[in-house]
């Protein structure tokens, strides 16, 4: 990457300040010609600058700070314009930028999504996991999402990563002398404990594996409300997201669709999902089609909250009595559950508390411990290939195929921070970044 590129890195205009990012091999010229010529400033130091375009028009007066590469977030030079933030200064300081002369017909490009930190992963200011990490950061929605994003950001995962390559590296270094010394005297077979190290290394992978996947902070944990007709479900929802989402009626049948709300309570991601009431049959041919999607749901669910005849709900489920305005036993239909989980009512808000309360419980219980690391997908799959191929080199005696299962190791652990991957991954990966990050 030799082209210099810029973008604005703050939010839209217009606001207090605008940060305009350069970066590339012309950043200090580009500065230089805005500056009518004046020196960069010491780096890493805020100075006052009057931007002007070559022919000499006021664009506006600035903050500026130089920061020589490659000690930089981008590991390039790398200069930052801090600008008054409205919309006609930021579009006269990126068209001046775009329209700057250099020698042999130089130009700077305009940024596209994720590529000032696609250069910080090229120039190896950091590696395919925290790139992952800052990509969940940016999205972050809720407190759990942030802890986990700031983890994998600061390399948590990229440190276990390479002490697990450095134990394995070490073992394959051990069988790589049996093979070329073995039939020499002073190396014979495999030193003692050779086994019970990387045994314990395939239990720590294993263990980190078994961990609930990143996927479900994004998810968030998925409740989805069931019973029959009339039970209350949507007047449930709606308290439960605290908006009037679904439409309530006393007639049967008329939830006919899944609804799907997003909420956080007390910083942990939920997926409330109200569905249509079970019953077998039906004349309405569209609500049919609700209690089947509905019936999808529950396999889907994380938890379902049984608002139905007690004992008659998926394994499971917590039995919820959910209107308890209407009588004693939590349902106007005349089904009394004895042992309930929840008493409540949605009306009243009675009961309300403890569920939320008992729902944070469950989730927190269910998803990645807050503050560490979670795997994604792509992530889980490559750990599991080292685990596997760790695994086998654990079964076998041949010195030959316990080294090539350890060099295939090493290959997942390549893939997990980068070393090893493809640029369709990586497109796919940063062009989940805005423009300027």
């Avoid at 490659?70 to 390039?76: F, H, Q």
């Avoid at 910083?267 to 041919?285: H, I, N, Q």
């Amino acid at each position: 990457m030799t082209d210099t590129i810029f973008a604005l890195s703050s939010g839209s205009p217009p606001a207090a300040i605008a940060v305009v990012r350069v970066s590339g091999p012309l950043a200090k010229p580009a500065l230089a010609q805005l500056s009518g010529g004046r020196a960069e400033p010491a780096p890493r130091r805020a100075v006052m600058r009057t931007l002007t375009v070559p022919r000499g028009t006021v664009l506006d007066q600035a903050l500026v700070l130089w920061f020589p590469g490659p000690a930089t977030a981008t590991g390039e030079d790398l200069v930052e314009l801090h600008l008054h933030g409205g919309r006609a200064v930021v579009a006269a300081v990126e068209h001046a930028l775009e329209h700057l002369e250099f020698d042999h017909g130089a130009r700077l490009h305009r940024a596209l999504p994720g590529e000032f930190t696609r250069r910080a992963f090229a120039n190896g200011r950091i590696d395919l996991a925290e790139a992952e990490g800052l990509a969940d950061l940016l999205s972050a929605e809720t407190e759990m999402q942030r802890q986990a994003a700031i983890a994998m950001a600061g390399g948590e995962l990229s440190r276990l990563v390479e002490d697990w390559r450095g134990r394995v590296l070490g073992a394959s270094a051990v069988v790589e002398a049996v093979l070329d010394f073995g039939d020499e005297d002073d190396v014979e077979e495999l030193p003692a404990g050779f086994v019970e190290r990387l045994g314990e290394l395939d239990r720590e992978i294993g263990g980190w594996l078994e961990r609930p996947r990143a996927e479900a902070l994004k998810e968030g944990f998925r409740v989805v409300l069931a019973g029959p007709p009339n039970a209350g479900k949507s007047t449930l929802f709606n308290a439960l997201v605290e908006d009037e989402a679904a439409i309530t009626a006393p007639m049967a049948g008329t939830t006919r669709d899944v609804l799907i709300r997003a909420v956080a309570l007390d910083g942990v991601p939920f997926a409330f999902v109200d569905t249509a009431g079970l019953r077998d049959e039906s004349s309405d041919a569209i609500e049919m089609i609700g209690i089947d999607r509905a019936r999808a749901q529950l396999e889907r669910a994380d938890l379902v909250l049984w608002l139905g005849p007690e004992g008659e709900g998926p394994d499971g489920a917590w039995e919820i009595a959910a209107q308890s305005d209407r009588g004693p036993d939590g349902s106007h239909t005349g089904t009394v559950k004895q042992q309930p989980r929840h008493r409540l009512s949605a009306v009243t808000g009675e009961g309300l508390d403890a569920l939320r309360r008992d729902l944070i419980g469950a989730a927190r219980a269910a998803l990645p411990v807050p503050g560490e690391a979670a795997l994604n997908a792509r992530q889980s799959a490559l750990l599991g290939e080292a685990h596997q191929a760790i695994g086998l080199a654990l079964t076998v005696s041949d010195p030959l195929l316990v080294a090539e299962n350890l060099r295939q190791a090493r290959v997942a652990f390549d893939g997990l921070v980068g070393r090893a991957t493809t640029e369709d991954m990586l497109d796919t990966l940063f062009g989940r970044f805005c423009i300027g990050k």
